[in-house]
């Protein structure tokens, strides 16, 4: 990875507005917080947002875990594309929602996250400080508060699973175990975007940060663009690096003025 980025600058500095941008958000935008709605947002980040996808002709996505409803709520008056869910919802730039078909996939991932539901309550039980995030579409276990069990936590969550594998896949965040369906991910999502106006012929830019991410990085990469994985230099698919939230807030801040 090149840590400074500085190739990259160099190279794309007269092309920057021909990019389609899809943009992580927890761990990306905006600082990791003990719970999910403790997250503070810059009261400059809306307009970045907003000044980001007006010179990309709207060619900017969020692609989050998080609701659409949530990212609406965190950046508004901002309300562009946006991915949530790890893409089992979407919005388009024009503002119309990509209604999910239900396929048989959906019908059977929903299942097995009702079947898992009583257990993970039993998980939250048994391990003081430990706590469900309980997305509708998807199941989180989170212990940032307990990180000396990550251990015991990761073997019980992929023995759960294990149990659930034809439907649903276990993603490791950051002090985070996540239940998702298998045929969902940040990778198809962005496709999807880039198969559309106003992101179609346009060379992709995803910014991530997680586990989470790397179906996107490795789609975006696929295509010839550009991944940047925000965070300690990790194993990873991302092309680039940026250590911290406040780098990456500063690398599209100086992208906006291009």
């Known amino acids: 990875m090149d840590l400074s980025l500085s190739g990259y600058r160099g190279q794309r500095a007269n092309d920057e507005s021909a990019s389609a941008l899809f943009l992580d958000v927890d761990g990306t935008l905006l600082e990791i917080a003990p719970r999910p709605e403790l997250v503070r947002v810059s009261p400059t980040l809306p307009d970045l947002l907003e000044r ?33 869910l790890h893409g089992a919802e979407r919005r388009r730039a024009d503002g119309t929602l990509v209604e999910s078909d239900q396929s048989t996939a959906d019908r059977d991932a929903a299942a097995a996250l009702d079947r898992l539901r009583p257990t993970l309550g039993e998980c939250e039980r048994r391990w003081a400080g430990a706590w469900i995030e309980d997305k509708g579409r998807t199941l989180a276990l989170h212990y940032r508060a307990i990180p000396e069990k990550d251990a015991e936590i990761r073997d019980a969550m992929e023995r759960l699973a294990q149990n659930e594998s034809g439907s649903l ?21 962005i496709a999807a975007f880039l198969a559309e106006p106003p992101f179609r012929g346009r060379r992709a830019v995803f910014i991530g940060d997680d586990t989470t991410d790397e179906d996107g990085f490795a789609e975006v990469n696929r295509r010839g663009g550009t991944s940047i994985r925000v965070g300690a230099p990790a194993p990873s698919a991302a092309m680039y690096n940026l250590a911290s939230v406040a780098d990456a807030l500063d690398w599209l801040t100086a992208a906006a003025k291009g």
Do not use: T
């Open 52 to 84: 980001l996808a007006r010179q990309r002709n709207s060619a900017l996505a969020l692609i989050s875990g998080r609701p659409i409803a949530d990212l609406d709520r965190l950046f508004r008056p901002w309300q562009g594309a946006a991915a949530g």
């Open 169 to 189: 896949r276990l993603i490791a965040g950051k002090m985070v175990f996540e239940l998702q369906p298998r045929h969902r991910n940040k990778g198809a999502v």
